[in-house]
């Protein structure tokens, strides 16, 4: 079973600054395999990233995804006051078919 | 405009059972490779994947659940049904439905679209006595 960590729990920034978010598979999985989605209060998550690098339709370019093998990251150039939510990584093709991170909270500062 | 709407009892006691149905506006059943996913997330914590079926009716289910789910669909209504047994107050959670869709605007598989978009605003289910 792989298992997916994210780091850190909670990111406190202020507007304007630049967030890393971490997500750390247990085992080797295809950049392929591995989606970012975003949450805010009382929303259903929104796709940001798939492929690891691959921003999805309508996501701004301050998104950000990179990474391979175990270690995937997750920027945002410069954060804007809609930007602060919490952040959930998923990866697909190990059992589980689907597994998320336990997700990292980015407020403001 | 693709939407997917969850509905089902907001509320059940520990031992019954829980269905839930996935109704797609915008999106057909019919389509070649259209699937649809059920993913929970309890008040407060993380998104957890329950159960894929998939355009031609194959079916998978989370390992640590797969005793207790059954998932549906029928495709004349454009509806995908998700049954849970033996409901426990640790299922509490909001339930939510995904379009499963792992092809690119050419109608090319692509790996990388295994995921999950655009998801339902969820249905919040409690189990209490």
């Known amino acids: 079973e792989i298992v997916l960590t994210q780091s850190p729990g909670t990111l406190s920034l202020s507007p304007g600054e630049r967030a890393t978010l971490s997500c750390r598979a247990s085992?080797?999985?295809?950049?392929?395999?591995l989606a970012w989605y975003q949450q805010k209060p009382g929303q259903a998550p929104r796709l940001l990233i798939y492929?690891?690098?691959s921003r999805a339709t309508g996501i701004p370019d301050r998104f950000s995804g990179s990474g391979s093998g175990t270690e995937f990251t997750l920027s945002i150039s410069r954060l804007e006051p809609e930007d602060f939510a919490v952040y959930y990584c998923?990866?697909?093709?190990?059992?589980?078919?689907?597994?998320f991170g336990p997700g990292t909270k980015v407020d403001v500062k | 405009q693709i939407t997917l709407k969850e509905s089902g009892p907001a509320l059940v006691k520990p031992t019954q059972t829980l269905t839930l149905t996935c109704t797609l506006s915008?999106?057909?059943?019919?389509?070649?490779?259209?699937?649809v996913g059920w993913i929970r997330q309890p008040p407060g914590k993380a998104l957890e994947w329950l159960a894929l079926?998939?355009?031609?009716?194959?079916?998978r289910y989370s390992p640590s659940l797969q005793n207790r789910l059954t998932i549906t669909k029928d495709t004349s209504k454009d509806q995908v049904v998700l049954t849970m047994t033996n409901m426990d107050p640790v299922d509490t959670a909001t339930y939510y439905c995904?379009?499963?869709?792992?092809?690119?605007?050419?109608?090319?598989?692509?790996?990388?679209?295994?995921?999950?978009?655009?998801w339902g605003q969820g249905t919040l289910v409690t189990v209490s006595s």
């Open positions: 995904a379009r499963h869709f792992p092809y690119d605007s050419r109608g090319y598989f692509s790996d990388s679209l295994n995921l999950f978009d655009p």
């Open positions: 915008g999106l057909s059943l019919s389509t070649s490779g259209v699937g």
């Open positions: 079926i998939s355009w031609d009716d194959e079916k």
């Open positions: 085992q080797s999985i295809s950049s392929s395999y």
């Open positions: 492929g690891a690098s």
């Open positions: 998923q990866q697909y093709g190990s059992s589980p078919l689907f597994s």
